[in-house]
């Protein structure tokens, strides 16, 4: 059975930085299509972006320049390096795992979801 767990999630003031990790296990991360996606309270899940089974990278317009995802082969884990966090990007972030045939910033690409872990940036 495939599971996905999220860590390092916390509170930041606004202008820091957080990287998020996601421990893959029963899915291996570089044969599938890892996607971020974050959910403010009362909002609807948003893609933030993803890492393809070739190592290729596609970020969503709000995120682009200050996010950026990687993996660790190795250790089958896929990172989200966040810089210049805003309080509007408050919310609670989620790694998933797709088909890589399938990669891509629709929900619907994805099969194993993690738990999410909450982001929380002070003005």
């Known amino acids: 059975q495939a599971q996905l767990v999220e860590s390092g999630g916390g509170s930041v003031q606004s202008g820091g930085s957080l990287r998020l990790s996601c421990v893959a296990s029963?899915?291996?991360?570089?044969?599938?299509?890892m996607g971020w996606f974050r959910q403010a309270p009362g909002k609807e899940l948003d893609w933030v972006g993803l890492?393809?089974?070739?190592?290729?990278?596609v970020y969503a317009d709000s995120v682009r320049g200050r996010f950026t995802i990687s993996r660790d082969n190795a250790k089958n884990i896929v990172y989200l390096q966040m810089n210049s966090l805003k309080p509007e990007e408050t919310a609670m972030y989620y790694c998933?795992?797709?088909?890589?045939?399938?990669?891509?910033?629709?929900?619907?690409?994805?099969?194993?979801w993690g738990q999410g872990t909450q982001v929380t940036v002070s003005s």
């Open positions: 998933a795992a797709g088909k890589p045939w399938t990669c891509g910033a629709s929900r619907d690409s994805y099969i194993y």
């Open positions: 029963g899915v291996t991360s570089d044969t599938s299509c």
């Open positions: 890492i393809g089974a070739g190592g290729n990278t």
